[in-house]
């Protein structure tokens, strides 16, 4: 499973030295192991949170980052496949919750 998460956000264009992809990384795996994640600002971000001695709003905040980065430097045309109608018009990326349920949605498919 680790490798499955790792390539697929690493095939996306995700940085790993950013706080909010060990952040993503993190409630991929615990969404992947059927744990409950969501609602995301009560329970996933919480979860992280306390694991990683940072504030929920620290956690929402660098994950937006490392999705943002991802959208800047990352394989448009990939990015774009995967998550094309999931896309936020006005932000042109998915929010946190949708990236999250999608990444799962697509490793548990290709596994």
Same mark, same amino acid.
């Given at each position: #499973? ?27 795996? #615990?969404?992947?192991? @059927?744990?409950?994640? &969501?609602? &995301?600002?009560?329970?996933?971000? %919480? +979860?992280?949170? &306390? %694991? ?9 905040? @660098? ?18 496949? +995967? ?5 936020? #018009? %006005? ?9 999250? &349920? ?7 498919? %290709?596994?």
């Amino acid at each position: #499973m680790e490798k499955n998460i790792t390539h697929y956000l690493l095939s996306l264009g995700f940085i790993p030295n950013k706080y909010g992809y060990r952040y993503l990384y993190d409630l991929i795996e #615990m969404a992947l192991s @059927d744990e409950e994640i &969501l609602p &995301l600002k009560y329970v996933g971000y %919480k +979860e992280i949170s &306390l %694991k990683c001695g940072k504030s929920v709003q620290s956690v929402e905040k @660098d994950i937006q980052n490392a999705i943002s980065a991802a959208w800047l430097k990352g394989d448009v045309n990939a990015l774009y496949d +995967e998550f094309g109608e999931t896309i936020d #018009m %006005k932000r042109g990326k998915p929010g946190n919750k949708q990236f999250i &349920l999608t990444a799962v949605s697509s490793i548990r498919r %290709k596994s």
